[in-house]
T-cell receptor, first 114, second 111 residues
Framework: DGGITQSPKYLFRKEGQNVTLSCEQN?????MYWYRQDPGQGLRLIYY???????QKGDIAEGYSVSREKKESFPLTVTSAQKNPTAFYLCASSIDWRAFYGYTFGSGTRLTVV | DAKTTQPNSMESNEEEPVHLPCNHS???????IHWYRQLPSQGPEYVIH???SNVNNRMASLAIAEDRKSSTLILHRATLRDAAVYYC????????????FGEGTQLTVNP
């Protein structure tokens, strides 16, 4: 079945360390997205990519970096510059940037800084 | 960015219909209206979407106002499994990649 795979499901990081969250899709979607969700809050856009080898900052990009070298992969690196990285991270994709047919979400990665 | 407004919470009884409202007064002519729902610690799940006409699928119905400035998600017979946060969002050429998720509506279903 086609879908989005996020790994790992749970991730623990020591303060000052960078960590990379994986997002892979086999839907042949052009656009991919990363969101952050804090308890009781909605989703906030970190980065998005409309097409391979291109990506744009979202609303809360500081302290994060991404790459889009392959259509199916959009990894997110949480750097030590991110002051409060503990959160639930969600990856999504859509056929194209207009997303007329909606979005497919992964099951999320819960990152905890210890 | 086109924004949506939803009530923070709603409550329903099991087996009764639920009408979840959403206002989107700045919607453009090419924006689609999407509804997703999210259970705790899971990714949002697609529920339904539409452009102008009312839509039905096995999960729900979507009623879109004639001026498209509001819509209503209808769950015909709520079950305990329908308890979730419901998000109404817009996508299209103006909303596109920067789609905005508000805090959604927390639906509680009472047995």
């Amino acid at each position: 079945d086609g879908g989005i795979t996020q790994s790992p499901k749970y991730l623990f990081r020591k303060e000052g360390q960078n960590v990379t969250l994986s997002c892979e899709q086999n839907l042949n979607h052009d656009a991919m997205y990363w969101y952050r969700q804090d308890p009781g809050q909605g989703l906030r856009l970190i980065y998005y990519s409309q097409i391979v080898n291109d990506f744009q900052k979202g609303d809360i990009a500081e302290g994060y970096s991404v790459s889009r070298e392959k259509k199916e992969s959009f990894p997110l690196t949480v750097t030590s510059a991110q002051k409060n990285p503990t959160a639930f991270y969600l990856c999504a994709s859509s056929i194209d940037w207009r997303a007329f047919y909606g979005y497919t979400f992964g099951s999320g990665t819960r990152l905890t800084v210890v | 960015d086109a924004k949506t407004t939803q009530p923070n919470s709603m409550e329903s009884n099991e087996e009764e219909p639920v009408h979840l409202p959403c206002n989107h007064s700045t919607i453009s002519g090419t924006d689609y209206i999407h509804w997703y729902r999210q259970l705790p610690s899971q990714g949002p799940e697609y529920v339904i979407h539409g452009l102008t006409s009312n839509v039905n699928n096995r999960m729900a119905s979507l009623a879109i106002a004639e001026d498209r400035k509001s819509s209503t998600l209808i769950l015909h017979r709520a079950t305990l499994r329908d308890a979730a946060v419901y998000y109404c969002i817009l996508s299209g050429e103006t909303s596109g990649s920067r789609l905005t998720f508000g805090e959604g509506t927390q639906l509680t279903v009472n047995p």
